[in-house]
């Protein structure tokens, strides 16, 4: 009686006269039997084939290298915006020392060398629009610091994603007997 062979793929589904190679009269069986391995390993290959085109072919290890690079520059962006903002605060109190300044210079009299003199030596002899050209200078330069760091988590999560599919990859490959393409 013949076995079907419905819901069945691949090799399994293999029918001769509707037996399975297994059930044939002996000769044919036999020979039938033995070139069934050819087959199942050229299904196993087929398979292994298959998921290797359908994942990424990056390694792991490349990757989680990649996300520690990512990190790394996102943590000296950080550095550098708190480095800047400092740099922002003290070009601020410089703003706010001319201010004192030119009112203190207001007050006194333009032939007064001695006084003028002490109080530039006091408070400076800063240029205020300088400074708050610089100020707007540092901050376009954080706005830039931050764009980095948000390219850096887009990569980061980018990658993350990768790996996961690598990892799944990798599970797959060993479910097939395949050695998997990089840990």
């Not at 210079?105 to 003028?116: G, Q, T, Y």
Request: glycine letters at 6%.
């Amino acid at each position: 009686m013949a076995k079907s062979n419905i819901g069945q793929t691949g090799v399994e589904s293999i029918r001769l006269r509707g037996l399975p190679p297994e059930e044939l009269p002996l000769g044919t069986g036999n020979e039938a039997v033995a070139q069934l391995a050819d087959a199942k390993e050229m299904e196993r290959l087929q398979a292994i084939a298959t998921v290797a085109a359908e994942y990424p072919h990056q390694r792991i290890d490349y990757l989680s290298h990649r996300i520690s690079e990512c990190e790394e520059n996102k943590n000296r962006m950080r550095q550098q915006v708190a480095h800047t903002l400092g740099q922002i605060n003290e070009y601020k109190g410089h703003i706010m020392r001319c201010d004192v300044r030119d009112k203190m210079l207001a007050d006194v009299p333009e032939d007064d060398s001695a006084a003028r003199k002490e109080i530039f030596k006091t408070w400076g002899r800063y240029d205020r629009d300088a400074l708050e050209q610089q100020v707007v200078q540092f901050e376009e330069a954080i706005e830039r610091f931050e764009a980095v760091i948000d390219q850096e988590d887009a990569s980061i999560k980018e990658h993350t994603e990768v790996i996961t599919l690598c990892r799944e990859r990798d599970r797959k490959l060993a479910e097939l007997g395949a050695k998997s393409e990089g840990s």
